[in-house]
């Protein structure tokens, strides 16, 4: 059974910082990709950052290029998002995900989810 865990979701003041992390327990990373989600209330889920364990490829939202940082640490199985230059609009429920094979901005292509973890960022 594969198992996400987030962690590191607060309130923040624009122009902040936070990080978020993500523990995935009973997972391989021969051939995966995992990525950040995010849905704000009456929203649809949207992909904010992936990343393809094997070369360490990454993606990003243009909303969010150039302000996050998806990283991972297989070491530890911890994957990360730092986000910088929040702004109110990043405020959402951030979830992280992992599939097989390659990356992915798409929430469908995802089969495993952990339960999310809030960001609020007040202006």
């Known amino acids: 059974q594969v198992q996400l865990v987030e962690s590191g979701g607060s309130s923040v003041q624009a122009g902040g910082s936070l990080r978020l992390s993500c523990v995935v327990s009973l997972y391989t990373y021969s051939d995966t990709s995992m990525g950040w989600f995010r849905q704000a209330p009456g929203k649809e889920r949207e992909g904010v950052a992936t990343?393809?364990?094997?070369?360490?490829?990454?993606y990003y939202a243009d909303s969010v290029k150039g302000r996050f940082t998806i990283s991972l640490d297989t070491a530890n199985n911890t994957m990360y998002l730092q986000m910088n230059s929040l702004k109110p609009e990043d405020t959402a429920m951030y979830y992280c995900?992992?599939?097989?094979?390659?990356?992915?901005?798409?929430?469908?292509?995802?089969?495993?989810w952990g339960q999310g973890t809030q960001v609020t960022v007040t202006s």
């Open positions: 995900a992992a599939k097989g094979g390659g990356y992915s901005l798409s929430p469908i292509d995802y089969q495993y």
């Open positions: 990343i393809y364990a094997r070369f360490e490829r990454t």
